[in-house]
């Protein structure tokens, strides 16, 4: 048995701390629960495609975590895929080189408990970009990698809401098309898991025969909960011969924010254009 810990959705920033003290208490939890890897997977920042400093402070944060550290970035960190949230924060190169001189690389692949661990750059699907043709040319590797093991795969956003063949384009998940070309590439393999982050809550299904874990969110509660747990959390996952264990997490102290309120209930559209409330000045 190999445990990881899943955080997501940190929404970390130097002059927007409104969910600081959630991250030390997760933080914490994290560093005390001994396990061989802590991933975690996207929404590090809250403008992290638009700021250097807002990337730098992230990474600062993430440093404080012990052991192996496994980042993967999410729309806030490098932008969504078209057509997204929001026209002026798309993910284009300069953005990931950003999260690249931040954090190295925003994928990975290894071995725990027996299973293959496939980590994602979910915001790269559909985007049209070079790098969204690496990165499936690389998944196609590591899929022939896992050598018959099985598969978990972690990524920031979920492939689809409650069926594979949903039409809509939206922001909450992958986008219909990639979804279906993704799903293609991972039945080559023994996928068993599918772990996402963004819609900050916490639900576990299996449809079409992969299990689909969503994370809670670290930060806030969502502002319309999908059929999953709102509150604030994390998960430790246990990997085996027999199977993936989750469990989740609500570390005392965590607070289940609101971000509706906090944005002023319609006063303010995105957290970024909010007068600055940094964090307190002693970090630790
Ligand atoms: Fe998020
Ligand atoms: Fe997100």
Known sequence: MARIIALSDLHLSPTHGF?????????????????????????????????????????????????????????HD??????????????D?????????????????????????????????????AEEAMQNRRLDEQLRGAGG?????????PLFAEHPHEREATSATLQPVPRLELLARLARADVRLVVSGHLHQFRDRVIDGIRHLWLPAVAFRPTRPAGGDPRCGLAIIDFSDTGAKVQIEYPAGLVDHDLDAIKGHGRYRFLREMPPSPPPAELG
């Open 19 to 75: 969910f600081w003290e959630n991250w030390r208490i997760a933080r914490d939890f994290a560093n005390r629960a001994g396990a061989e890897a802590i991933i975690v997977n996207g929404d590090l920042c809250i403008n992290g495609p638009d700021s250097d400093a807002e990337m730098a402070f992230a990474a600062t944060a993430l440093g404080r975590l012990n052991g192996v550290v496994l980042a993967l970035p999410g729309n």
């Open 78 to 91: 490098v932008g969504d895929e078209p057509p997204g949230q929001d026209v002026r924060q798309i993910v």
């Open 93 to 129: 190169a300069e953005r990931l080189a950003r999260w690249t001189r931040a954090f190295g690389r925003d994928h990975f692949a290894l071995e725990i408990g027996g299973w293959w661990l496939i980590g994602l750059d979910a915001q790269l699907f559909g985007s049209g970009l």
């Open 149 to 157: 093991r099985p598969v978990a795969l972690f990524l920031h956003k």
